[in-house]
């Protein structure tokens, strides 16, 4: 069974940071390109950050862009995003995704953050 399981999430000031983390297991990692994807209430899916599933290219949203940082630890299974100067507009529940030719294939469970003073 394939699991994702995103932690590292919780209540931050603006300006904080955060890392979240996606563990996987059951599936041959080093083989998926790994996605975040943030939803907000009341708000649809926002793609947020991708990496390759060798780790040597990386893709950010406009919004992001050095704010945040995606990389991942293949002999760990897991993939990380560093939050960065976060803002109000970043509280969202964040989930990872793991895609072979640009689909998603295996979704965590998402993780919480809330960014307020």
């Known amino acids: 069974e394939v699991q994702l399981v995103e932690s590292g999430g919780g209540l931050v000031q603006p300006g904080g940071s955060l890392t979240l983390s996606c563990a996987a297991s059951g599936l041959t990692f080093g083989n998926y390109a790994m996605s975040w994807v943030r939803q907000a209430p009341r708000k649809g899916p926002e793609w947020v950050a991708m990496i390759s599933s060798s780790g040597r290219s990386t893709y950010y949203v406009d919004f992001v862009k050095g704010r945040f940082a995606i990389s991942r630890d293949n002999a760990k299974n897991t993939v990380y995003l560093q939050m960065n100067s976060l803002k109000p507009e970043d509280t969202a529940s964040y989930y990872c995704?793991?895609?072979?030719?640009?689909?998603?294939?295996?979704w965590g469970q998402g993780t919480q953050v809330n960014v307020s003073s």
């Open positions: 995704n793991g895609q072979r030719g640009g689909t998603p294939e295996f």
